[in-house]
Nanobody, 125 residues
Framework: QVQLVESGGGPVRAGDSLRLSCAAS????????LGWFRQAPGKEREFVAA????????YYADSVKGRFTISRDKVKSTVYLQMNNLNPEDTAVYYC??????????????????WGQGTQVTVSS
């Protein structure tokens, strides 16, 4: 089992940066693929980025490619999402998720087994 707790969200201005963190506990963190998703009001939860359990493979949604970077720290059992050049369209609740016993997670939320509670990111123009 994996417990996930996100932090690092908040209000920012367009062009600013934020780094989200997701601290994980549980024995399966090292064998889990990890992902970040986001959900804006009135919209479905959408994929943002995924990273393999080794940390060596990752990919992004087209909307964030070149601006966001996903990484993981095995020692700290934490996954990060560095977000640069934020714009108002990035406003959403951001969630981290774990897909156990998978090398690299997919884009569909229902592929993931565990979720954090989310952290709000609000970008004003």
């Amino acid at each position: 089992q994996v417990q996930l707790v996100e932090s690092g969200g908040g209000p920012v201005r367009a062009g600013d940066s934020l780094r989200l963190s997701c601290a994980a506990s549980g024995r399966t963190f090292s064998t889990s693929a990890l992902g970040w998703f986001r959900q804006a009001p009135g919209k479905e939860r959408e994929f943002v980025a995924a990273i393999s359990r080794s940390g060596s493979s990752f990919y992004y949604a087209d909307s964030v490619k070149g601006r966001f970077t996903i990484s993981r720290d095995k020692v700290k059992s934490t996954v990060y999402l560095q977000m640069n050049n934020l714009n108002p369209e990035d406003t959403a609740v951001y969630y981290c998720a774990a897909e156990t016993d998978a090398y690299l997670g997919g884009r569909a939320p229902d592929q993931y087994d565990y979720w954090g509670q989310g952290t709000q990111v609000t970008v004003s123009s």
